[in-house]
């Protein structure tokens, strides 16, 4: 069953505490990425990565840390030095088409 | 960073009616897709277009690519209530920065 996922689908972590999302997906694409959408918005991309080993920020990478040791995985580290992490995360990829797909997301409260 | 103009940005129909709702650029783009996305869900790609005056469908849904390269429009017709979600355009700008260009989305309501 060929696709991405995300775990956990909510996850609660008290301010000042670093928190890791896991993305895993096995579609075999080089490309992945991290979104974040607040209630209401579009999404707006933190950290991309188009091979392993390489990744680049996005538009909102402040507060933010990623890996890209295996083609399948791309964990993003919420620090805390992120102001305002409560949001949903939305991790996606790409392979050597240019159609992008999502995970189911992660929801992260931080009080 | 960049976007798409997205419009409109809220809907809120009778069930069966046909939806339009448009992206639009001042930047040439290769390809647009489209998603819808369900509360609490990631979005879904719903159809994806490669070339100038392109028309794809896929069910009650029909999309279609701009002559111009710099606009797509999505149709839904005879819309019904699990029609209702986020729809969003994106698309990868001819200069391939490496990052999908996303719309704001569309808030479809259907009332049945």
């Known amino acids: 069953d060929g696709g991405i996922t995300q775990s956990p689908k909510y996850l609660f972590r008290k301010e000042g505490q670093n928190v890791t999302l896991s993305c895993e997906q096995n579609?075999?694409?080089?490309?992945m990425y991290w979104y974040r959408q607040d209630p209401g918005q579009g999404l707006r991309l933190i950290y991309y990565?188009?091979?392993?080993?390489?990744?680049q920020k996005g538009d909102i990478a402040e507060g933010y840390s990623v890996s890209r040791e295996k083609k399948e995985s791309f964990p993003l580290t919420v620090t805390s030095a992120q102001k305002n992490p409560t949001a949903f995360y939305l991790c996606?990829?790409?392979?050597?088409?240019?159609?992008?797909?999502f995970g189911p997301g992660t929801r992260l409260t931080v009080t | 960073g960049q976007q798409l103009n997205q419009s409109p940005q809220s809907m809120f129909i009778q069930e069966g009616e046909d939806v339009s709702m448009n992206c639009t650029s001042s930047?040439?783009?290769?390809?647009w897709l489209w998603y819808k996305q369900d509360p609490g869900e990631g979005p879904v790609l719903l159809i994806a277009?490669?070339?100038?005056?392109e028309l794809t469908s896929n069910g009650r849904l029909t999309a279609q690519f701009g002559i111009t390269r710099k606009d797509s429009f999505l149709n839904i017709s005879a819309s019904i209530p699990s029609d209702v979600g986020i729809y969003f355009c994106?698309?990868?700008?001819?200069?391939?920065?490496?990052?999908?260009?996303f719309g704001q989305g569309t808030t479809l309501q259907v009332k049945p």
């Open positions: 996606a990829s790409r392979g050597i088409s240019y159609e992008q797909y």
């Open positions: 579609l075999n694409h080089d490309a």
């Open positions: 990565s188009q091979i392993v080993n390489d990744f």
């Open positions: 930047s040439i783009f290769n390809t």
């Open positions: 277009l490669y070339k100038a005056g």
């Open positions: 994106a698309g990868w700008a001819s200069s391939n920065t490496g990052k999908l260009i």
